[in-house]
Nanobody, 125 residues
Framework: QVQLVESGGGLVQAGGSLRLSCVVSGRTFSSYAMGWFRQAPGKEREFVAAINWSWSAISTYYGDSVKGRFTISRDNVKNTVYLQMNSLKPEDTAVYYC????????????????WGQGTQVTVSS
């Protein structure tokens, strides 16, 4: 059984920063591509960032609304994926989820096999 546990959410003022972490357990972390999504009340789940990994290359992808402000990274030794969020805006307020996949489109939620429980991020104006 694969488990994903997010942490690092909280309340921050606009312009501030947070770093989310997601620890993956249960199977070989390096075999998964990882992603972050978010969902605000009354809205659909939105793609935030994804990271693919192989021995030869790392690829990262970002949603348009977070490009230049958020950075996704992973540590295959610690089985952890991170989301560094800078210059936060009130519209970034949402529950943030990490997810793991072995194939499919990085921006498409059904491509992901496993999901964490989510962590709340609230940005005040």
């Amino acid at each position: 059984q694969v488990q994903l546990v997010e942490s690092g959410g909280g309340l921050v003022q606009a312009g501030g920063s947070l770093r989310l972490s997601c620890v993956v357990s249960g199977r070989t972390f390096s075999s998964y591509a990882m992603g972050w999504f978010r969902q605000a009340p009354g809205k659909e789940r939105e793609f935030v960032a994804a990271i693919n990994w192989s021995w030869s290359a790392i690829s990262t992808y970002y949603g348009d609304s977070v490009k230049g402000r958020f950075t996704i990274s992973r540590d295959n030794v610690k089985n952890t994926v991170y989301l560094q969020m800078n210059s936060l805006k009130p519209e970034d307020t949402a529950v943030y989820y990490c997810a793991a996949r072995t194939g499919g489109s990085y921006y498409y939620p059904p491509s992901y096999l496993y999901w964490g429980q989510g962590t709340q991020v609230t940005v005040s104006s």
